[in-house]
């Protein structure tokens, strides 16, 4: 990814050379599009069964995934904006900026909410049904909205407060240094990385601790609970990569300063792109019941696919021929 340093003397930039750039963007988008193929199917799925709409693990799961599919999205459209137009408005930047910031940090909170839910299926099954409603699902994911908000949108009053209109009239390199770059947000920012993090980490362990031990005591799909929770804590560590990714990331700059282009797209493939491939892989088709009815829409959308290319290709043929 390209990348602009501003100083007081002078300033400096650094670019890939095109091959490069190409090959990072290819790279980029094919994974775009292959993960939002599948991630789309999902949410089709959903949508025309009604016996996942009205299941909370499913709806926290779909929650997740349109969540992934936006965050995805944002941050594929800043990655190839900063190669071809490099600079954009600092208004559209800030707004891209605070929807794939607020995106980032909901994903995690979602995975508690997950555990919690999980935790209450397995320790309280009796009282599963009367805790665990569509409603207060839907009731959770907006608690986990407002709590993902929070950091970001208090960000953007502190840049309201300080900066010049002049400000956001003007183009920058889009990334969050160069928008939100009052001292003080750079404090503020690891403060919440350490918070949230914090938090996540209480839920989680706690829950998936109760839920081993629940197994364990009654002796019946232990091993298959284990392996849930394991494939549980591999989703949560790459999405933990939200809050700790931040602290990598400095820590290659520091260490590797002569790297800076292929830090910046080693940590944004890892960050940004990783945890969203694994999610389908992970709930989706692991899930016995909803892989069955995803499969069929996987296969069905494919073979249309298919079979349009192929009409196209006769079509061409035929205009050949004629001529």
């Not at 069964?49 to 926290?60: D, G």
């Not at 594929?76 to 607020?102: D, E, G, K, M, Q």
């Not at 009052?182 to 949230?196: A, F, G, M, R």
């Not at 790297?259 to 797209?265: C, G, K, Q, T």
Request: charged share 10%; glycine share 2%.
């Amino acid at each position: 990814m390209n990348f602009s340093v501003q100083s007081n003397v002078s300033s400096v930039v650094a670019r890939d050379n095109f091959q490069t750039a190409l090959t990072k963007n290819v790279i980029v988008v094919a994974l775009y599009i292959s993960i939002n193929y599948i991630n789309g199917t999902m949410v089709v799925t959903f949508l025309r069964h009604e016996i996942f709409s009205e299941t909370p693990r499913y709806i926290l799961f779909i929650h997740m995934v349109l969540n992934d599919m936006i965050q995805l999205t944002i941050t594929v459209a800043l990655h190839v904006i900063s190669y071809t137009l490099f600079t954009i408005n600092t208004s559209l930047c800030c707004f891209l900026l605070i929807a794939a910031i607020f995106s980032a940090f909901n994903n995690p909170l979602n995975l508690a909410g997950m555990a919690i839910e999980c935790y209450v299926a397995v320790c309280h099954p009796l009282r599963h049904s009367q805790i665990c409603t569509a409603r207060r699902t839907y009731m959770l994911i907006g608690l986990t909205l407002v709590l993902g908000a929070i950091p970001i949108m208090s960000d953007l009053f502190i840049v309201l407060a300080t900066e010049p209109p002049q400000f956001f009239r003007s183009s920058v390199f889009c990334i969050r240094e160069n928008v939100f770059r009052h001292p003080h947000l750079q404090q503020k920012k690891e403060v919440s990385y350490v918070l949230y993090l914090t938090f996540v980490w209480l839920i989680l362990v706690y829950a998936y601790l109760r839920i081993l031990f629940a197994a364990k005591a009654v002796k019946s799909d232990a091993k298959k609970a284990q392996n849930t929770i394991m494939l549980h804590a591999v989703q949560l560590l790459m999405s933990m990569l939200t809050y700790w990714g931040h602290f990598m990331y400095t820590f290659l700059m520091y260490a590797f300063p002569m790297y800076i282009l292929e830090v910046r797209f080693f940590h944004y493939v890892t960050i940004y792109i990783l945890p969203r491939l694994l999610s389908p892989i992970i709930y989706g088709f692991r899930d016995q019941a909803f892989c069955k009815y995803l499969m069929k829409y996987l296969l069905s959308i494919l073979l249309s696919v298919i079979l349009q290319r192929i009409l196209q290709l006769f079509a061409k043929v035929k205009i050949l021929l004629c001529k």
